[in-house]
Nanobody, 116 residues
């Protein structure tokens, strides 16, 4: 089992920045493939960014490329999402996801609201 707890969401003006944090426990963090997703009520959950177990490979959705940065600290069991140049369209609940041996684990989400 893997437990994930997100934090760092909040209300920010357009152009501002936030850093989301996902704290993981229950399994060796360095064995987990990690990612961030987001969801707006009434819409499907969408991919934001993903990072390999070593941190050496990252992928981003086109909508956030150049503005968001995903990173991890395997020594602290932490996953991060640095979000810069935020726009109102980034408003959503952001979820942390872990994958191990085809099993998926999700956090409870953290709300990000960007005002215009």
């Amino acid at each position: 089992q893997v437990q994930l707890v997100e934090s760092g969401g909040g209300l920010v003006r357009a152009g501002g920045s936030l850093r989301l944090v996902c704290a993981a426990s229950g399994r060796a963090f360095s064995s987990l493939h990690m990612g961030w997703f987001r969801q707006v009520p009434g819409n499907e959950r969408e991919f934001v960014a993903t990072i390999s177990w070593s941190g050496g490979t990252v992928y981003y959705a086109d909508s956030v490329k150049g503005r968001f940065t995903i990173s991890r600290d395997n020594a602290k069991n932490m996953l991060y999402l640095q979000m810069n140049s935020l726009i109102p369209e980034d408003t959503a609940v952001y979820y942390c996801k872990a994958v191990f041996s085809s099993q998926e684990y999700w956090g409870q989400g953290t709300q990000v609201t960007v005002s215009s």
